[in-house]
């Protein structure tokens, strides 16, 4: 069977833009499209989450405009960014899917959802808050002072953002770090400096956008954070969880940003029930 480790890179043609995702599963039904964090490719997906899901599920993640190995240069404004997930996602050929957005991605998620609301059937928003969430501005400042910590460390910035730094927390962050390393060939290009400024811009720019009118998603949605997220703040998961229509939230104690991976064997059993049948 494919697993995460051992699914091949494949690229399709956007526009004149190639855009590189890989596929695990089964084809049929409602395909579940994964979207990454600020920085991240395609091998920072956790491979349980990835498996887990693609074990019931046609799992689809892939690196968005300028990210990784896909071309083009990532824009500087969320919507932009889910315009180009939507334009992907239709050169695939679907006309309806799920769609799993950690952080950032959670971000992007939303987007696609109030741009193109048909495409849609039902969205995990994990690690993330609403564009125009009071304090989301300031997440570049978190993350550089992470970045300070890890050099000092020796360490990736992630062991500082996703898990707390207690003995629990240290733990999970290896054993995070760990899963990733598992994958040791065909593996997506790193993040250009480029790429990563232009996706803290855009994190700033949605921090001081207005509030979007998040009752128009009108479709089933499932929230997800660490309780002690720093990024991201939980309060900001909840006010968004509370602005949908139609949603459900999970709050994972003693974690951070990367509540979901940390507690990636409660997470993925949830999100199955979420998402139900094909």
Request: proline content about 6%.
């Amino acid at each position: 069977m494919t697993t995460w480790k051992t699914t091949p890179t494949k690229t399709i043609d956007v526009d004149g833009t190639s855009f590189a995702y890989r596929e695990l599963g089964t084809p049929g039904g409602v395909p579940v499209v994964f979207l990454h964090h600020l920085t991240a490719v395609l091998d920072d997906w956790d491979p349980r989450v990835l498996d887990g899901v693609a074990a019931q599920h046609h799992v689809i993640a892939f690196d968005n405009r300028g990210v990784g190995s896909t071309g083009g240069r990532v824009p500087t404004d969320v919507a932009q960014m889910g315009a180009d997930a939507i334009a992907f996602i239709r050169a695939l050929g679907y006309e309806q899917v799920d769609l799993i957005g950690f952080s950032l991605g959670g971000g992007v998620a939303q987007m696609v959802a109030l741009q193109a609301p048909d495409l849609v059937r039902r969205m995990v928003l994990a690690g993330t808050g609403p564009r125009g969430g009071g304090g989301i501005w300031k997440m570049p400042f978190i993350v550089g002072g992470a970045y300070t910590k890890a050099f000092l460390a020796r360490k990736d910035p992630r062991h500082f953002l996703f898990c707390p730094r207690n003995a629990e927390g240290k733990e999970a962050a290896n054993a995070y770090f760990d899963r990733l390393a598992e994958r040791t060939s065909d593996l997506s290009k790193p993040i250009s400096r480029q790429a990563g400024l232009a996706q803290v811009r855009a994190i700033t720019s949605a921090g001081l956008h207005p509030a979007d009118d998040l009752s128009k998603v009108k479709i089933p949605v499932f929230v997800a954070n660490g309780g002690n997220d720093l990024m991201v703040a939980s309060e900001h998961s909840k006010d968004m969880a509370a602005r949908l229509p139609d949603s459900r939230l999970r709050i994972y104690p003693n974690s951070g940003h990367g509540g979901v991976f940390q507690y990636h064997h409660e997470f993925v059993p949830e999100v199955l029930d979420f998402l139900g049948a094909k």
